[in-house]
């Protein structure tokens, strides 16, 4: 268990809709991180918030948006679902903003079917 | 840019064998960072081990072992006496200084270990 907690485990929706992906990180970490996981796209970097400020931005489809919370919590949303943002989405946590070195904990993953 | 290419898509092999995962990376930076994550069939991102590029001692753990050589920008990983829980998929990633902690991962290696 790497401490970082990512609801819900499973989402099936239909295209057209917008859903909202959670993630907790672990205590002490201040910074969280979206990677999307499909088959054609492997793993992909998508967005990188510390201490409730946007840090850096990848591959990250206009129609997502993500926040995070005083709390440190974060949001994923995908709006505008396509069939093909059917992908397994990961938050990871690590300790520090930059600097490359901190190693990121990942979560369990929510898997978005869109149908 | 960064680039991590593992270039074995799948390696089956007999338990209590070794087996050796290939990684080479690309970079432009002096300052960079590798790690290995294994991910199990159920699906989670776990880390495994992170260098740095200063440090080119190879490094045992267990079973696991990690050859880093910068002259041929690998990090090679090793299972010596595999066994059937090895079975995962293992990603190798790369992050640097200037961008931050962001993950570029290779494409993943699939091992299969057989009883």
């Known amino acids: 268990d790497s401490g970082v907690t990512q609801t819900p485990k499973h989402l099936i929706t239909a295209t057209g809709q917008r859903v909202t992906l959670r993630c907790s990180p672990r205590?002490?970490?201040?910074?969280v991180y979206w990677y999307q996981q499909s088959l054609d796209q492997g793993l992909q970097f998508l967005i990188h918030y510390y201490n409730g400020e946007e840090r850096a931005k990848g591959n990250i489809l206009e129609r997502f948006s993500a926040q995070q919370f005083p709390d440190l919590h974060s949001e994923l949303n995908l709006s505008s679902l396509e069939l093909g943002d059917s992908a397994l989405y990961f938050c990871a946590s690590s300790v520090a903003a930059s600097g490359g070195s901190n190693e990121q904990f990942f979560g369990p993953g929510t898997r978005l079917t869109v149908l | 840019a960064q680039k991590v290419t593992q270039a074995q898509t799948e390696i089956s092999v007999v338990e209590k064998e070794d087996v050796t995962l290939d990684c080479v990376y690309e970079t432009r930076d002096t300052t960079y960072y590798l790690f290995w994550y294994k991910q199990p069939p159920s699906g989670e991102l776990v880390f495994l081990i992170r260098r740095n590029s200063f440090d080119e001692q190879n490094e045992i753990s267990g079973r696991y072992s990690w050859n880093f050589q910068k002259s041929t920008s690998s990090f090679n990983f090793t299972i010596t006496a595999s066994q059937v829980v090895d079975s995962a998929v293992y990603f190798c990633a790369l992050s640097h200084k200037a961008a931050g902690n962001k993950l570029t991962f290779g494409g993943g290696t699939r091992v299969l270990v057989k009883p």
């Open positions: 205590s002490g970490d201040l910074s």
